[in-house]
């Protein structure tokens, strides 16, 4: 067991003597609760989760908005905290420090009164080991990972992210359940290049894409896609009964969110289910074909544009438009718009020692 773990004074160490009411009265007196029951943090669990880390007292840098370090070893405690797996801390130190990128802002996203979450996609190898979900229900709240994307101490050196409470750190007018567990896996072997692939990276590398999320939206194809008559009129028919409302639902959240009229808004997200890719590219749909159609077609309808209306395009380029395969059997789609304010999704690898 490791004896070189220096914590603020603040994170408490507990013997395995304690009992559960003390440790979750203690621990949320100390502001280090989320309200969902939280593991005793123990010096062998703490000293298990840390393992293989190299240096545990390390800056990665400073997380808005309270500024404080980013650091293995507190970082580890929250994860101790959550039931994270060791396995996962090396994802959640990745994602954090990619939330650090300034053009992902999240100053922005965790201060602002609008509905913005930090959403994970993890791709790999990794996201099968940590049993991440990407299958049915692959939005659910089960990510203990996530659950520690921002943790939330009260103070001292190690403290960052930020403070749940009225008026405390998060300003959220109404918030979103996405603020607590956004984890996903993306599907493997899918039958579109995984988005990791696309910035880059080796299929097999564990990766992780952090994203500044406002909520999302169902999605379904037109009545053809749903009824088979698209299949049976032709390959461009099918595209179009898939892809036009997800068109339509790009456009229509710029113009109820006020983006356009920032300089920030390019990129576009969303879930597409296996089934409804694998149709796609039956038919001989490429990724860029469908990135292409829908940036000719994702257009800010008139009436939120003003005069000039339904010329404004959704999206930078046909390259910022990521389609994302995840999920069940079903052809619901899943639309998450990037938050209004201005951010940019992060990719990062999840290297295999901290």
Known sequence: MRDDIELPVDYPL???SVSFEDCQSRLHALGLGDGLPLVPPTKARLARMLEGVREPATSWGNLPPLMGELRPDALGYQCVLAGCP????????TALHACLEPQFNLL???????????????????????GLIS?????????????????????????CGRRQGRGVGDMATM???????????????????????????????????????SGTAEVLPLEEAQTGQAAQTGDA????????????????????????????????????????????TACGWTLAAMQTYLF????????????????????????????????????KMTYAPLWSGGTVTVTRAVPSTL
């Open 86 to 93: 060791p396995a996962g801390l090396g994802l959640v130190m």
């Open 135 to 159: 299958s049915s229900n692959c939005l659910r709240s089960r990510c203990p990972c996530q659950r520690r994307l921002r943790p939330r101490p009260q103070s001292g050196t190690a403290q």
């Open 237 to 280: 028919i099918l595209g179009d009964a898939i892809l036009a409302p997800i068109a339509a639902a790009m456009g229509s959240a710029i113009g109820v969110s006020g983006t356009r009229t920032r300089t920030g808004r390019g990129e576009q997200i969303f879930f597409l289910p296996p089934e409804l890719a694998g149709r796609l």
């Open 175 to 213: 918030g979103q359940s996405g603020k607590f567990s956004f984890c996903l896996a993306e599907t493997a072997n899918a039958p579109l290049p995984s988005l990791s692939e696309r910035r880059g990276l080796d299929k097999e590398r564990s990766a992780v894409t952090v994203m500044g999320v």
């Open 14 to 16: 507990f013997d395995d």
């Open 108 to 130: 922005g996203i965790t201060t602002t009164t609008g509905t913005a979450a930090v959403a994970m996609v993890v791709h790999g190898p990794l996201a099968r080991e940590l």
């Open 296 to 331: 000719d077609h994702a257009r800010v309808p008139p009436l939120a544009a003003g005069t000039a209306g339904g010329n404004e395009r959704a999206a930078r380029s046909a390259e910022a438009i990521q389609p994302i395969v995840t999920g069940g059997p079903g052809i």
